[in-house]
């Protein structure tokens, strides 16, 4: 598997890393590289790849399943704007153009109870 992103996360906490919406695109792989030093000055790496999830239209709340809780997610964000429209799941922006509008309440009623990707 080739790796075409590489994400650099210095901020690990414990064991850890929570990355913030919109940093990662979807259907993509990306490299997991870790480097820890243990208490005897021994130095570990390891590379790990991952790919995230593609795209699920109608999921406005980013638990992939297409609800009643996209619906109340929707109804929520109605109005919100998130621009420029980021890759990832922001709160009722069910088909993923930045803006919570009508076409979202569409998006989660024509896909309703269907699986994700
Ligand atoms: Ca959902
Ligand atoms: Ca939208």
Redesign the pocket.
């Known amino acids: 598997m080739q790796a075409n992103k590489i994400f650099d996360n210095r901020a690990v906490v414990g064991n850890s890393v929570t990355i913030p919406a919109g940093v990662l695109g979807e259907s993509e792989t990306y490299l997991w590289f870790t480097t820890s030093i243990n208490s005897f000055a021994y130095t570990y790496s390891q590379k790990r790849t991952f790919t995230t999830l593609p795209a699920c239209e109608g999921d406005a709340d980013g638990d992939r399943d297409r609800d009643f809780a996209d619906i109340s997610n929707v109804l929520t964000n109605f109005g919100m704007m998130y621009q420029p429209a980021p890759p990832g799941v922001f709160p009722?922006?069910?088909?993923?153009?930045?803006?919570?509008?009508f076409?979202?309440v569409t998006?989660v009623l024509t896909s309703f109870g269907l699986a994700c990707p």
């Open positions: 009722g922006d069910a088909n993923g153009n930045g803006a919570v509008d076409a979202d998006a």
